[in-house]
DNA sequence: GTCTATAATTTGATAGAC
DNA sequence: GTCTATCAAATTATAGAC
């Protein structure tokens, strides 16, 4: 409430730094980019970006936040929660550097339980797994999901193929992620029909 | 051919290194883990490990290297490849290190071009679509694989799998990796004999 | 083959002035 | 809120002794 121009001000800087960061990243590579360039990309010293993060590894945590926040905020087209990954997975294509920065932090996370994003990666893996597996025992109920498959497993799956498809897609850009979710997808949905028709 | 003690020697202590560099990671994190902690662990210095491997990096893609070379060689109880893929996923489990390592390097080569890693990741890859998708169209052409599923996106969906639950399997390790890769391979095949049943 | 020594960089982080 | 200054590490790399 005090000072609300110099507050504001402040938010904005913070959301330039974040947005900035990404950029970088897409640009010359999570492993190239230091906290001097993106400081130095936002008109700041080193000293005067870290008043904004606590650490560089914060700073990562900070847009992992933002985006799931954004993401969760959205108004996605989508009927089950395979769709909505689809969905997801296929809007993250168009941000590079983002996909470059969960991928390299995902993994020091979780080879780093000391890692300030460890938990962090941890509570949203158990999260969808809970919150997508409840709707796909929904879906059980409805017979518009294969009965002999496990919901959990069936998430987890799911979340590995978007995952890994991360990976490939670096090394070659022009595959298709969404489309190999929805290839497991189709495998785990259609043959309901199909064999309730038989 | 010349002075062969002291090559053998040298051979001996290269096969050290690569073994003692994994354990390493196990055990203190493959962040945590510098060349000289390696070194030291081997009972050389940091100057005396870097005249077996040029850098840290190359060091690492040595491991890759040994561990691939030893995965062909091994003799693995499989009929097809996913259940040649799943094998080695449930082998990789005894080898936390490795796991490490691979769920690190490969998100460092993925974002980097330069990374001593990145051709070999991108060979792997590439390789592994062309061989495995090659077995899949012959199952396809016995029946033993849906038709409707291109066996180029099976693969992908298969590594990626493997790929992702490697960081699930690393947050939780109470995770079963193997039979994650196992439910897609149900899918992409136990209904051929369903459906043609039907 | 292995060591000591050491240079050169780069990086993340902190203290304290303005 | 931002800067200057400064630190402590980590890393690669090299020269040259043993």
Known sequence: MTRRGSYAKGIAKREQILTVALELVARQGFRRTSIRDISEAVGLTQAGLLHYFESKDELWVEVLRRRDAIDDAADWDAH?????LAAIVRHNAEVPGLVQMFVN??????TDPEH???AW???RYEKFRRVMAADFRRMQEDG????????EKLTSVLLAVSDGMQIQWLFDPSRDMAAHVELVTRLAIAEVAAVSAS
């Open 144 to 151: 518009r999901l294969r009965a002999d498959i496990d919901p």
């Open 116 to 118: 300030p994003a460890h």
């Open 105 to 110: 932090l995902s993994a020091a996370a979780a």
């Open 80 to 84: 089950d929660p395979a769709e909505l």
């Open 121 to 123: 990666f941890r509570e």
